[in-house]
């Protein structure tokens, strides 16, 4: 929470790339303390990892200084302040944190703890959901990878670039 | 003490309203990015928290004969597709603010808009 507070004030980019980083590796510290082994290897690869290396690579094609100075938005804080007492005042009836008779711990998390290993031979729950039974999940989400893929490289790629450049000069021409 | 209990979901709103504040009030695109992965983050952190059980281990079978109290795999399944998508989406984020940039020479939003009104 520090690092977000320090990532708000901060003006140069290239530092908060950085703090943002840092950031990550703190969430995967913490993912790793909620027994969350799995995505905590995935957050810190990931978020902390390529994350930063697209961020610092996307300054180096652009400018790393923030020109405008921070001016406080009153009615920026107000609506976050608002959002938040919302908010506060929808999480003041959930389960208390690690509670095992929550709702969430109930419904079908028991019968793949129980039955995972017997029906996939994998002894890491968290693989075996994501592979076997829930698998379509897996599919769409390399379908998003897939598609950002293409989006960058159809907005990235020189020769598409070029073309395009020389289109508008030739319709200037005419 | 039912108050204190749900910490987990204090910390969540908090980093959430961080993110939620850099976004609408920095100009600077990458700026927003980083508060959106921030704001995401919140949401990873959330639904973790919900799987956590108390006095739990990582979802992995032990041999060991005894029995175990496991948190929940569900919540860390869908946060490990959701983070990849994360990754994915603030790559093309910063696709499209780089070519921003090559348009416009800024990457600040006002000076966007002002070079949009002039003619």
Redesign the interface.
Known sequence: ?VV??A??RRRS?IA??ML?SF??LL?AG??VL??????AF??AA??AG??TV??LS??A???SV???P?KS?WL??V???A??GV??YG??D?P?????A?P??RH??PR??EM??FETGI????TS??ASY?GF??FG?LT??L???I??ML??TPGVRRRRNQKETDEDAT | MAFLGTYNYWIFITLMMIGLYIVIVRGNLVKKIIGLNIFQSSVFLFFISVGKVSDGTAPIILHDGGEAIYSNPLPHVLILTAIVVAVSTSALALALIVRIHESYGTLQEELIHEAERAP
Request: charged fraction near 10%.
């Open positions: 929470m977000a507070f990532i708000i980019l908060t790339a943002s950031f990550s969430m913490t993912f909620l027994d969350a082994v799995d995505v995935a957050e990931v978020g390529i994350t697209l961020m996307a300054l094609l652009t400018s923030e020109v405008q921070l938005n920026a804080l609506l976050t302040i959002t938040a908010l506060f999480v003041s959930l208390a944190f690690g509670d095992a929550a969430a711990q079908v998390a793949y703890l995972a290993e002894p890491n729950v968290v959901v994501l829930r999940d897996t989400e998003v990878v598609t950002a893929g989006g960058v907005l990235m």
